[in-house]
């Protein structure tokens, strides 16, 4: 748990709760030691709901990270207990759950969902066949929903070209997603920044929220 954040969810102070494990096996994990779903949990929910419950006037809300947070199946009932108490709700997807999502979101109030790349890059990043299609479906039922969200992608140039990051960035618009943050992947070894002050111009006239993120 992060017991306080201003940067997870836009415009409110907020504590963050981890959930352990997750199916996809990204390169530049930024929580590579929260994968093993099998791995015991740091902090019991019981422990972690009594914290929240001291801070209620204090916080506006709770973001539900990872791991990826869609692969528990308490989930659902956590939010509840959460919003019982008072709080907003907030949840960090990679989307590769997308009916549970779609369930999930009238209990949320802002998403934060990772769109990793077009969906036949998909396979190669996440080392897991088909998760594109989920991913890219998850798109779909968050802006289905109208929920306040924002899509964001870790890259460097060694994961696809800058052309194709300008698809992507594309495709997103197209979609009718509004707020992206491009995120520099800084894992040891990955190719130098590509993109050029002209090209960071073009990306961001696509949104009416851009945001470029050093990690």
Not at 52 to 75: I, W, Y
Not at 133 to 143: F, I
């Amino acid at each position: 748990m992060t017991p306080l954040t201003t940067i997870d969810f836009p415009g409110r102070l907020a504590a963050v709760l981890y959930c352990q494990g997750c199916p996809w096996r990204c390169g530049y994990c930024h929580n590579p030691e929260l994968l093993d779903a099998t791995a015991a949990g740091a902090l019991p929910w019981a422990q972690a709901l009594a914290f929240l419950h001291k801070r209620r006037g204090l916080l506006d809300g709770v973001v539900f990270s990872g791991g990826e947070p869609t692969l528990q199946a308490g989930l659902g009932a956590a939010l509840n207990a959460v919003r019982s108490l008072g709080l907003q709700t907030a949840l960090h997807t990679g989307g590769m759950y997308p009916e549970r999502l779609a369930a999930l979101l009238p209990q949320l109030d802002w998403v934060g969902l990772d769109i990793k790349a077009l969906p036949q890059r998909y396979d190669a990043i996440t080392a897991t066949p088909g998760s594109g299609a989920r991913a890219w479906a998850a798109l779909d039922a968050v802006l289905a929903h109208g929920i306040d969200h924002e899509c964001r992608t870790t890259w460097h140039a060694g994961l696809f070209s800058v052309d194709e990051l300008l698809n992507l960035a594309q495709a997103l618009a197209a979609r009718g997603v509004r707020r992206w943050a491009l995120q520099e992947c800084s894992t040891p070894g990955a190719p130098a920044w590509a993109l050029t002050g002209a090209h960071q111009q073009q990306l961001a006239a696509l949104f009416s929220g851009f945001t470029l993120r050093r990690m």
